[in-house]
């Protein structure tokens, strides 16, 4: 089975700290996604990269950045953690062309809060 | 309008019964339409896919696609406890770079004993 982890389950961080999530992939995929879940606004998205080095900026990637040095680990990082950045942090990954048969496979995400 | 809209809910059906949750989806050309349930905290995890018009079975899950009316739908025979959840509909975006998927809100199912 692809295995898709997020490092961490729960994280609480102060504000103005810089917050790394981590994301791994062990099954050779091309798209990585990260996406922020809140509370009836669904998923959102913040970046995704179709490969390494590459990152496009999804809906809402301010107060957002991300590294994609190696092809199976996506890194979202908050330059400077803010309240409004508490949420649940969701990777996906896909294989390229792959979405449209098999759709994404998700890591079981980080609940982050910034307090 | 959304391009891929969910009733949130909550849908309450007794144990048993069938629930039946609907999706609607903006654009013509998409072709691939995912369910996903995700429990309370926990991630979403893929339980079917439809590409063509009519219904697909998968056990006690069917989904129906009906391209004319951009209409798909999930429906759960003999409900049980352990299907409540939150069900997402996603849909294939044919005009962004990738083919990439589009979500809804997802609607909250509650299966009451």
């Known amino acids: 089975d692809v295995k898709v982890t997020q490092s961490s389950r729960y994280l609480v961080k102060r504000t103005g700290e810089k917050v790394f999530l981590e994301c791994v992939q062990d099954m050779d995929h091309e798209n990585m996604f990260w996406y922020r879940q809140d509370p009836g606004l669904g998923l959102r998205l913040i970046y995704f990269?179709?490969?390494?080095?590459?990152?496009e900026k999804g809906d809402i990637p301010e107060g957002y950045s991300v590294s994609r040095e190696k092809k199976e680990r996506f890194s979202l990082i908050l330059e400077s953690a803010s309240t409004n950045q508490t949420s649940m942090y969701l990777c996906?990954?896909?294989?390229?062309?792959?979405?449209?048969?098999?759709?994404?496979?998700f890591g079981s995400g980080t609940r982050l809060t910034v307090v | 309008q959304k391009e891929v809209e969910q009733n949130s809910g909550p849908l309450s059906v007794p144990e048993g019964a069938i629930a039946s949750l609907n999706c609607t989806y903006s654009?013509?050309?998409?072709?691939?339409f995912f369910w996903y349930r995700q429990y309370s905290g926990k991630s979403p995890e893929l339980i079917m896919f439809?590409?063509?018009?009519g219904d697909k079975e998968d056990g006690r899950f069917t989904a129906q696609l009906n391209k004319a009316s951009q209409y798909v739908s999930l429906l759960i025979r003999d409900s049980q406890p352990s299907d409540s959840a939150t069900y997402l509909c996603?849909?294939?975006?044919?005009?962004?770079?990738?083919?990439?998927?589009?979500f809804g809100g997802g609607t909250r199912l509650m299966v009451k004993p």
């Open positions: 439809i590409y063509s018009n």
């Open positions: 654009d013509r050309g998409s072709q691939s």
């Open positions: 996906a990954s896909t294989k390229r062309g792959a979405q449209l048969n098999y759709g994404y496979t």
């Open positions: 990269s179709y490969d390494v080095k590459m990152k």
């Open positions: 996603a849909v294939n975006n044919p005009h962004n770079a990738g083919n990439m998927l589009t």
